[in-house]
């Protein structure tokens, strides 16, 4: 059975930058795309980026196009966000996804009903 524990939310200050983490366990990584989303209060969980199997391939909302990357290690079986340039918008609880489709070509995603998902880590931006 897979797990994912996302790492690194907090509060910081507009402006400001912040690096989750996300380290899979007990299953194999390296052959599917891995995504983050978030969800704000009130609001339906959204997607944020994804990244293939391979780490060569990403894809951003326009939200965060230019502010947050994306990568994995797949050696370390981690995959990352690293985001910049944060604003209260951004605010929300941030949720790393495995997507169960191995070795998929193309622009990647995550199957969200299907897919394995960590518990969270909360990211708060201040004015």
């Known amino acids: 059975q897979v797990q994912l524990a996302e790492s690194g939310g907090g509060l910081v200050q507009a402006g400001g930058s912040l690096r989750l983490s996300c380290a899979a366990s007990g299953g194999i990584f390296n052959q599917y795309a891995m995504g983050w989303f978030r969800q704000a209060p009130a609001k339906e969980r959204e997607f944020v980026a994804t990244?293939?199997?391979?780490?060569?391939?990403?894809n951003y909302a326009d939200s965060v196009k230019g502010r947050f990357t994306i990568s994995r290690d797949n050696a370390k079986k981690t995959v990352y966000l690293q985001m910049n340039s944060l604003q209260p918008e951004d605010t929300a609880v941030y949720y790393c996804?495995?997507?169960?489709?191995?070795?998929?070509?193309?622009?990647?995603?995550?199957?969200?009903?299907?897919?394995?998902w960590g518990q969270g880590t909360q990211v708060t931006v201040s004015s």
């Open positions: 996804a495995q997507d169960r489709r191995e070795y998929r070509a193309g622009t990647p995603t995550v199957l969200k009903s299907e897919a394995y």
């Open positions: 990244i293939s199997w391979s780490g060569r391939t990403t």
